[in-house]
């Protein structure tokens, strides 16, 4: 019998999205993640994804940028054994199973409480090593957290739900509270912005996204001085592309000796502080 699906607020239901995606992109004969876990959680509790109207090339980008977080975060810990790891708007995303960490490595997980909730009821126990239930705007969350540690931060799917002044004001939070680190979060450009509008698959996001969105990688650096480009990931240039099916493949191929054409698609920008 299926689980019950957590009663989740517009805002919290958006995370059926990016699993979802990752769901579908595990079913796929070459999957770019091979996320088994979502797939996993969502046949537990049924859900209906048929409803999100999610295409398979948003799937193999979701899975695609998952994946180039996961590299950021594994590069760095792979660096810094003594680091803590945070997931900002984690989801039922069970990314410290994908990345597997030392256990000199903490790991945080950190969303609204309901969703923590949720995780703690659909997903195993060491998916969630430490679940901080908060809201991110809220600058209180980041007590609970050491200070001595280096820290490497990841965002997927967050930015487009906070206003440029919320993510402004969180990035310069975490980055006043670690000594040092790096942050990854998807690209959200103005094209993202204006195509979510129309795209059937984001219908139901469209009344809780804030974001403005921006093109230029480097506009994150005047969010916070310490704050520094380390790679626009343009996921049209990325090996996985190789194992894509045709017509995405092809459309990303032709796209990637073009920065500007590739930013409309799949980015994940990395920085440092
Ligand atoms: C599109 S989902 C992405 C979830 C997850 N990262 C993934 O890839 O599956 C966005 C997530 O951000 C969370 N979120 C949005 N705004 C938030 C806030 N102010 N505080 C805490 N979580 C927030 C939502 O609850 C949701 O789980």
Redesign the pocket.
């Known amino acids: 019998m299926a689980l019950t699906i957590p009663d ?2 517009p ?5 059926w ?3 979802c ?2 769901a579908l992109d595990n079913r796929l004969s070459h999957p770019i993640l091979g996320d088994q876990m ?1 797939d996993e959680i969502v046949r537990k509790v049924d859900y209906d994804y048929k409803n999100l109207h999610i295409p398979s090339s948003s799937a193999i980008y ?1 899975a695609h940028r ?1 994946k180039k977080m996961d590299e950021v975060a594994q590069r760095f810990i792979a660096r810094h054994p003594d680091a803590v790891g945070l ?7 069970s ?1 410290v199973l994908r990345i597997a960490p030392p256990p000199t490595v903490d790991w945080y997980d ?3 409480p ?2 923590i909730a949720a995780r703690r009821q659909l997903l195993p126990d060491d998916a969630t090593p430490h679940g901080v239930g ?5 600058p209180g969350w980041l007590d609970l957290l050491p200070t001595d540690r280096p820290a490497v931060i ?5 930015i ?3 206003s440029e002044e ?1 993510m402004i004001s969180l990035a310069g939070r975490l980055i006043s509270h670690f000594p040092s680190g790096e942050i990854a979060f998807n690209g959200y450009s103005r094209f993202a912005v204006w195509a979510q509008k129309r795209f059937a698959g984001a219908r139901t ?1 469209t009344g ?1 996204t804030k974001f403005p969105g921006f093109d230029d990688p480097r506009v994150p650096e005047r969010w916070n001085p310490k704050l520094k480009l380390v790679k626009e990931i343009l996921c049209s240039r990325e090996p996985e592309v190789a194992a894509f099916p045709l017509g995405l493949r092809l459309a990303n191929r032709l796209s990637a000796p073009s920065a500007s054409l590739s930013r409309k698609g799949n980015v994940v920008l990395h920085y440092r502080f």
Do not use: M
């Open positions: 989740f607020t805002l919290q239901a958006s995370l999205l990016t699993l995606g990752r979502a979701i998952a997931d900002l708007g984690a989801g039922l995303d990314r950190i969303d609204f309901e969703v908060a809201d991110l705007t809220d990841v965002a997927d799917g967050l487009a739900f906070l919320e996001i809780v």
